[in-house]
């Protein structure tokens, strides 16, 4: 299974920014997908997951109203909207694949994530 990420790069505070991350080599509808993102010095945290089928989601406060995942089976693909970007959004952000056998969860403890994606590096800018 492989995740392929894209979109990242450098924006104003404020600005917009969609992560888009491609998984092949498995049946994608059956996986629980995660972004997670990672500062300098400090520990991964999840960002949003999203259910196999999309209908469910979930964002941790810091992120919750401005941070929206969503996935397209059919395409394999999984976003990340991020709107309001703020500077203390800068890090890598991860994409994950959790294959729990549970099509209504929504998030996992980080240890759990089958397959990862290689990181895309996001800069907001003051």
């Known amino acids: 299974v492989q995740l392929v990420q894209s979109g990242g790069g450098v924006v104003q505070a404020g600005g917009s920014l969609r992560l888009s991350c491609v998984a092949s080599?498995?049946?994608?509808?059956?996986?629980?997908m995660g972004w997670f993102r990672q500062a300098p010095g400090r520990e991964r945290e999840f960002v949003g997951g999203?259910?196999?089928?999309?209908?469910?989601?979930f964002y941790p406060e810091s992120v919750r109203g401005r941070f929206t995942i969503s996935r397209d089976n059919a395409k394999n693909t999984v976003y990340l909207q991020m709107n309001s970007l703020k500077p203390e959004d800068t890090a890598v952000y991860y994409c994950a694949a959790d294959r729990t056998t549970d099509p209504l969860v929504v998030a996992r403890p980080i240890f759990e994530y089958d397959y990862w994606g290689k990181g895309t590096l996001v800069t907001v800018s003051s």
């Open positions: 999203i259910s196999w089928s999309g209908d469910r989601s």
């Open positions: 080599g498995t049946t994608f509808s059956n996986y629980t």
